[in-house]
Each structure stands twice: as C-alpha cells, then as structure tokens.
Nanobody, 125 residues
C-alpha cells in the first residue's frame, strides 16, 4: 500500500510562490506517475500537472502551464509542485495522486490508485 502525504500549503499573497511536497511511504514511487490536482468546495477536481515514473515526461494543464513546475526525487520518494505567480483563483486544497500510467487520462482522473489527503493553499492579501 502506498501512502501519500502532502505538505507545504499555507497562506500566500498574490504574486507569491509556494512549493508543495508529496511524500510517499509504504512502497517506492519509482513505478508510479504522480499528478497534482486541486479542488475547491462545490467545484470539480482539476488536474494540474503530472510527471512520469522516470521523470522524463511532464504534462501541464492550461491552469498551471507557465507558472507551476512539477518535479520528483525518487531517491527521496517525493514529488514537488513549485507554484509561482499565484493568484486568488489558485486557492484550493491541493492533492497528489499516483497511477501506474501518466498522461492526459491521468490528469482527467482516470487510473488513479492512490490519493493524498491534501494541503490547503490560500492566496489572499
């Protein structure tokens, strides 16, 4: 069983930056694509970015492209989401998820085996 724990969320001013971490335990992340998603109460979950198991392939949704960067350190069993130029509309609970395969289906929520509980991000002045 793979456990995912997100951290790094918090309150940040518009235009600021945050780096979220997704730490895995229970088994190695080496065999999983990892994605970052966010959800606002009352709205559908939104896929933001995914990274392949070997880190060679990344995919970004329109909401994150150019501002967010996903990366992974398999030696530390951790995946990161660097978020820059944050906007109030980025306020949400951010979750990471693991799937055997990445790609757009993954970002649309298919094939996900594990979810983290999430870390809240609030962008406000």
């Amino acid at each position: 069983q793979l456990q995912l724990v997100e951290s790094g969320g918090g309150l940040v001013q518009p235009g600021g930056s945050l780096t979220l971490s997704c730490a895995a335990s229970g088994r190695s992340l080496d065999y999983y694509a990892i994605g970052w998603f966010r959800q606002v109460p009352g709205k559908e979950r939104e896929g933001l970015a995914s990274i392949s198991s070997n880190g060679f392939t990344t995919i970004y949704a329109a909401a994150s492209k150019g501002r967010f960067t996903i990366s992974r350190d398999n030696a530390k069993n951790t995946v990161y989401l660097q978020m820059n130029s944050l906007k109030p509309e980025d306020t949400a609970v951010y979750h990471c998820a693991a799937a055997p395969f990445g790609g757009w289906d993954f970002l649309n929520g298919y094939g996900i085996h594990y979810w983290g509980e999430g870390t809240p991000v609030t962008v406000s002045s």
